[in-house]
């Protein structure tokens, strides 16, 4: 079988029973899933005084011909963190709505909000002008609030991949 799921052998002795897609798709299911767990949880880990910053955080699952041009035995592609699965529009607007806000009550400077707080994570080189430079305040925070919700992920991606078995199972009958 080209694909196999890590940690549950029921279930990845029944997808090699299954053809290609089925399994792609049920693998697919429980990616989709793990990655948006991990995606709240990141969510929870941003300090408080940063609340404006969750709403920048997202997910993005991909299947199909931008997984596979990859590698040829995947069959999703997910990723969680600051500015992904976002619009460019929708960032820009709320950088743009904090700014104001920021202005109006008359403090300088544009904050750290959903629009830049990878700012604050990775922090910034040396740059021109006023600006300077600023240390990462939470050097690995994606890994280690993926290491620390692991266990749950899984949970979750497990439960979503036998649903889906399920479904696509009573599709072939």
Do not use: C, H, Y
């Not at 991990?38 to 199909?64: Q, S």
């Amino acid at each position: 079988m080209a694909r196999e799921i890590i940690g549950e052998k029921k279930l990845d002795r029944k997808l090699a029973k299954l053809g290609d897609k089925v399994s792609g798709n049920v693998a697919l299911a429980g990616t989709r899933k793990s990655v948006q767990v991990l995606a709240k949880a990141m969510k929870r880990a941003i300090p408080a005084r940063f609340k404006e910053a969750r709403k920048g955080v997202g997910w993005k699952a991909t299947k199909g011909r931008a997984a596979s041009s990859r590698n040829k035995e995947q069959a999703a592609v997910a990723k969680a963190g600051v500015k992904v699965g976002r619009k460019k529009a929708q960032i820009e607007a709320l950088g743009k709505a904090q700014a104001d806000s920021r202005k109006s009550a008359g403090l300088r400077g544009v904050g750290i909000g959903a629009n830049n707080f990878q700012w604050w994570i990775k922090g910034t080189k040396s740059r021109s002008g006023p600006r300077g430079s600023m240390p990462a305040k939470m050097p690995g925070f994606a890994a280690s609030v993926a290491t620390a919700n692991k266990g749950a992920m899984k949970a979750a991606s497990v439960i979503a991949m036998k649903k889906k078995l399920q479904t696509e199972v009573a599709k072939l009958k």
